[in-house]
């Protein structure tokens, strides 16, 4: 059974930091492209970074030089750290995993960021 379980989600306000864990399990971790997606009240999710089996990395536009996604394979870990958060940041932040078509989504955590 596939599951990815985030954490680190909160209250913080504008400004603020904020490190978001996803823990993977059921998965070869250590093959699969690990990312990070949000969705905002009343918005589509939207992708905010990725990082490749081999580590590589990609941002979505808004988040970077704030944000850094890293993973920890031996872990089965996924990380992101968030900087200099923004009110219009606030959303539900969803890990996932993917292999070629396949993909997994975790249940989200919530981070709020008030002014």
């Known amino acids: 059974q596939v599951q990815l379980v985030e954490s680190g989600g909160g209250l913080v306000q504008t400004g603020g930091s904020l490190r978001l864990s996803c823990a993977a399990s059921g998965i070869m971790f250590n093959m699969y492209v690990m990312g990070w997606y949000r969705q905002a009240p009343g918005k589509q999710r939207e992708f905010v970074a990725r990082?490749?089996?081999?580590?590589?990395?990609n941002y979505a536009e808004s988040v970077k030089g704030r944000f850094t996604i890293s993973r920890d394979n031996a872990k089965n870990t996924v990380y992101l750290q968030m900087n200099s958060l923004k009110a219009e940041e606030t959303a539900v932040y969803y890990c996932n995993a993917q292999l070629g078509l396949v993909t997994y989504w975790g249940k989200g955590t919530l981070v709020t960021v008030s002014t």
């Open positions: 990082i490749t089996s081999g580590g590589l990395t």
